[in-house]
């Protein structure tokens, strides 16, 4: 595409999403500018202007002269590989439309390819409306499915690549709220469950992550935390044969522990304490250290066992899990090299043996005073330097 310079953000140089006004009369993309005076600087990036004023007024005008221009069409088929290229619209038309499923695959191999090798492919999809679309496209059959059809997997892929992973408030994650429908969430707990592809579960575990995460998907984030069949689906991922589909799977329990009190409940309920523990134990298979990906997983599970801990019932529920405490004190030091990782699993330690006699005599039995004097001797970080001191004081008595 040759975009009209006006068009592009000056900062990025990308085509705009959220084009906004600054009082100096310069249009910006929203989250560039933002990024910007968050910086601390309170000039205008283009005239070096002060800013006596930085609010930021949205330029609806250049919006939809940009939306006119992404529509406008003169194709009216999606063409052969060796054809010319459609436009966007026309691929949305194709993939809206009642077309056969040869010619919608087509559209989507287009749509994954401009999405996955140009940012502004991105946003202009973005802009176009094409993530709802996708979504529909993959949960659009409530029916139990062995795995996704061609049509359903490349809708997915495409999905994941337009959803955005650094802001958690983008406007972008509301089009996820489609799955609040009975209908979809049926669909995607039975492509959860079913036995497909290992690339296929690790998207849809992913796309659970998301949600649990994006501040516009809080409501359905309690809903799939709240229901049984999204548990049942979920937590057998997390002993899955494929190091990436547990990994997937232990962000995604991650995700949804470090939420709301409600969803953390809802995680101690359906047994996430005895499933992570397990991930624990599978992630540090191998004399005790973690292998490839799952020092990352172990890092993960420790992360949702401290906030289950923060929990009153998920602390007892980790204090009357045989082997649980003894589990944390083997990760207090064995983790070192991931500061944040011995950080989660003293700060678990700590809430459980606050409030159990039991659980204090049982990490004392493990050595929990030799793995904390060990990590304070370590690069670990400050806080997790804070916290085991605290873990040390606790056991000063003993």
Same mark, same amino acid.
């Given at each position: 595409?040759?975009?009209?310079?006006?068009?592009?953000?000056?900062?990025?140089?990308?085509?705009?999403?959220?084009?906004?006004?600054?009082?100096?009369?310069?249009?910006?993309?929203?989250?560039?500018?933002?990024?910007?005076?968050? =910086?601390?600087? *309170?000039?205008?990036?283009?005239?070096? !202007?002060?800013?006596?004023? =930085?609010?930021?007024?949205?330029?609806?005008?250049?919006?939809?002269?940009?939306?006119?221009?992404?529509?406008?069409?003169?194709?009216? /088929?999606?063409?052969?590989?060796?054809?010319?290229?459609?436009?966007?619209?026309?691929?949305?038309?194709? &993939?809206?439309?009642?077309?056969?499923?040869?010619?919608?695959?087509?559209? &989507?191999?287009?749509?994954?390819?401009?999405?996955?090798?140009?940012?502004?492919?991105?946003?202009?999809?973005?802009?176009?409306?094409?993530?709802?679309?996708?979504? !529909?496209?993959?949960? @659009?059959?409530?029916?139990?499915?062995?795995?996704?059809?061609?049509?359903?997997?490349?809708?997915?892929?495409?999905?994941?690549?337009?959803?955005?992973?650094?802001?958690? =408030?983008?406007? !972008?994650?509301?089009?996820?709220?489609?799955?609040?429908?009975?209908?979809?969430?049926?669909?995607?707990?039975?492509?959860?469950?079913?036995?497909?592809?290992?690339?296929?579960?690790?998207?849809?575990?992913?796309?659970?992550?998301?949600?649990?995460?994006?501040?516009?998907?809080?409501?359905?984030?309690?809903?799939?935390?709240?229901?049984? *069949?999204?548990?049942?689906?979920?937590?057998?991922?997390? *002993?899955?044969?494929?190091?990436?589909?547990?990994?997937?799977?232990?962000?995604?329990?991650?995700?949804?522990?470090?939420?709301?009190?409600?969803?953390?409940?809802?995680?101690?309920?359906?047994?996430?304490?005895?499933?992570?523990?397990?991930?624990?134990?599978?992630?540090?298979?191998?004399?005790?250290?973690?292998?490839?990906?799952?020092?990352?997983?172990?890092?993960?599970?420790?992360?949702?066992?401290?906030?289950?801990?923060?929990?009153?019932?998920?602390?007892?529920?980790?204090?009357?899990?045989?082997?649980?405490?003894?589990?944390?004190?083997? @990760?207090?030091?064995? +983790?070192?090299?991931?500061?944040?990782?011995?950080?989660?699993?003293?700060?678990?330690?700590?809430?459980?043996?606050?409030?159990?006699?039991?659980?204090?005599?049982?990490?004392?039995?493990?050595?929990?005073?030799? !793995?904390?004097?060990?990590?304070?001797?370590? /690069?670990?970080?400050?806080?997790?330097?804070?916290?085991?001191?605290?873990?040390?004081?606790?056991?000063?008595? +003993?």
């Amino acid at each position: 595409m040759s975009i009209p310079h006006l068009f592009r953000c000056p900062i990025s140089l990308d085509i705009f999403t959220d084009p906004v006004t600054l009082c100096t009369g310069q249009t910006y993309d929203r989250p560039c500018i933002e990024r910007w005076l968050a =910086a601390g600087h *309170r000039t205008c990036p283009v005239t070096m !202007q002060p800013l006596g004023d =930085a609010a930021l007024v949205p330029n609806r005008t250049l919006r939809h002269l940009i939306e006119r221009w992404l529509s406008a069409d003169h194709h009216h /088929q999606i063409p052969d590989d060796d054809a010319e290229e459609p436009s966007l619209a026309a691929l949305k038309r194709c &993939l809206q439309s009642g077309a056969g499923a040869r010619d919608k695959v087509a559209a &989507l191999r287009k749509a994954v390819a401009l999405a996955s090798e140009s940012d502004v492919g991105r946003a202009c999809m973005l802009q176009l409306g094409f993530l709802p679309v996708l979504l !529909q496209l993959v949960f @659009h059959a409530p029916t139990p499915r062995d795995d996704l059809s061609e049509q359903e997997d490349l809708a997915l892929q495409c999905a994941l690549t337009l959803l955005p992973t650094s802001s958690p =408030a983008s406007p !972008q994650h509301g089009c996820l709220n489609m799955l609040k429908t009975e209908a979809s969430l049926t669909s995607f707990v039975a492509l959860l469950a079913a036995h497909g592809r290992a690339v296929a579960k690790c998207g849809l575990c992913r796309l659970l992550e998301t949600i649990a995460t994006a501040t516009a998907t809080r409501d359905l984030a309690l809903a799939a935390a709240a229901s049984p *069949r999204v548990w049942q689906a979920l937590l057998p991922l997390l *002993r899955h044969g494929d190091d990436r589909v547990s990994g997937a799977a232990v962000r995604a329990v991650a995700a949804i522990c470090c939420g709301a009190e409600p969803a953390r409940g809802s995680a101690v309920h359906h047994g996430a304490v005895p499933a992570l523990l397990g991930c624990l134990s599978w992630a540090s298979a191998g004399n005790g250290k973690a292998r490839g990906g799952a020092a990352a997983a172990a890092w993960s599970a420790l992360a949702a066992l401290e906030a289950l801990a923060a929990s009153e019932a998920g602390r007892r529920a980790v204090a009357r899990e045989p082997g649980a405490v003894r589990a944390l004190v083997r @990760h207090v030091f064995l +983790m070192s090299s991931s500061n944040e990782g011995s950080e989660h699993a003293v700060a678990a330690l700590l809430a459980v043996c606050r409030e159990s006699r039991a659980a204090r005599s049982e990490a004392a039995g493990a050595g929990v005073v030799t !793995q904390v004097l060990l990590l304070l001797q370590s /690069q670990c970080g400050t806080r997790a330097k804070t916290r085991a001191r605290s873990l040390l004081k606790l056991f000063k008595s +003993m």
